[in-house]
Nanobody, 124 residues
Framework: QVHLVESGGGLLQAGGSLRLSCVAS????????MGWFRQAPGKEREFVAA????????YYADSVKGRATISRVSAKNTVYLQMNSLNPEDTAVYYC?????????????????WGQGTQVTVSS
């Protein structure tokens, strides 16, 4: 069983930056993919970025490409999401997720474990 805990959300100003952390407990092997998703009120859960724990290719949603950086520290079972140039449309609950396969995916249904989420609110 894998347990994910996100942190780092809060109230932020437009144009600012955020850095979210996701700490995984349980067995996260190099065969896992870790992803970040977000969900705004009244909208479907949206893919943000994904990274394999083994290293290698990273996958970003077009909506955040150039503004977001996903990274991981395998020894700490921790994944980070850095995002710059925030705007009010980035307001959402941000979720960390783990997928038990090495293939990157942007589909929520492909992920096996989810954190409880952290609220990010960007004011204009």
């Amino acid at each position: 069983q894998v347990h994910l805990v996100e942190s780092g959300g809060g109230l932020l100003q437009a144009g600012g930056s955020l850095r979210l952390s996701c700490v995984a407990s349980g067995h996260i092997s190099s065969g896992y993919v870790m992803g970040w998703f977000r969900q705004a009120p009244g909208k479907e859960r949206e893919f943000v970025a994904a990274i394999p724990m083994s290293g290698g290719g990273i996958y970003y949603a077009d909506s955040v490409k150039g503004r977001a950086t996903i990274s991981r520290v395998s020894a700490k079972n921790t994944v980070y999401l850095q995002m710059n140039s925030l705007n009010p449309e980035d307001t959402a609950v941000y979720y960390c997720a783990a997928r038990q396969r090495m293939q990157l995916s942007s589909l929520p249904r492909d992920y096996d474990y989810w954190g409880q989420g952290t609220q990010v609110t960007v004011s204009s």
